[in-house]
């Protein structure tokens, strides 16, 4: 089967920069990209004419490196402890311990893009700290570190907080205080699925000139798919798509990320979400439909289709097999 080329190319430039996805990257030894690796990067992306996205650490690259980045297009991934001029091209990432002081420090902006990494049990919390910044983002695209070990009671809070979250959104909406959360926005305005899609579209560069599905991976000392020297190889790469995934194929949860990462770190299939992540994703679904019909009610969002509701909260429980 032949296989379209990637669209963009993650590129890591310091195995120590902050996780912009579920992965940690605590445990991998430190490794910083060179000047020669990162000219050799450059010139691969040019060459398969591949968009990139490069992840930067928490101190800036050295002027080599920076000259060098300088005359290439590319996404920033950028912590927010190093924002100075914010730029609506980049992407910010934040941990939520430190996300009201970094806000607090940084002069008023309402371009804010930031990946935020929290908790499940936190979204109440998070809640609240909206209340204060809501008009700082154009987009707040929220990942939940711990959602691998979210139980049936931690899955239930969860319902009950974005119910809470959803009537916050609701009364920030109609004030036209609008802003994209992914959990909560992303599904009004898909019509199809949007996930992670990490070794189909993209693949992630490390700092080691190694290519690896994406940086989960990386951080997990798995098997690389490639390298610059010898190009890119991920077997069985047909897996990875949506259509390979039967579980996925009958559900509208278009916004779940359904991350090739956790999939395969809980389920052993890299097609094949866990229990939680598709409980949570269909609580984020039925959340959105709820705020969207009370939305339209008020005269907003009329030309959005609505999200009926479900009776079941898994694929796997009408799953015909």
Known sequence: MKMHPFEYAVILLDSSAPSFCYYSVENRKKETMTEEMLDRAISFCMREECYSTVVYGNELPDDAC????????????IPLSLAVDVKSSDIYTVDFDDFESTLTKLKPTSDLNVIL????????????????????????????????DADEIALNKYRLDLAYMRELLFKQFTYGRYFELNFATDRMSLFEMNNCNAGVTHVT??????????????YDNCLPAGSLENGINIGNRQLFEYTYSPICNPCDCYQCKRCIYLNRRMTL??????????????????????????????GFMASFPKIEPLFYLDPIEILDV
């Open 117 to 148: 990494r929290m908790n499940l049990g936190d979204v109440l919390f998070l809640a609240d700290l909206l209340e204060q910044f809501c008009n700082r983002f154009i987009r707040l695209n929220v990942i939940f570190r711990d959602i691998q």
């Open 66 to 77: 920076m000259t060098l980045l300088s005359e290439f297009p590319h996404t920033r991934i």
């Open 269 to 298: 299939e890299v097609n094949t979400p866990s229990h939680a992540q598709c409980v949570a994703s269909h609580h984020e679904r039925n959340m959105s439909g709820f705020l969207l019909e009370k939305l339209q009610n008020r």
């Open 205 to 218: 560069l490390a700092p080691n000139g190694n290519f690896y599905v994406c940086p989960g991976f990386y």
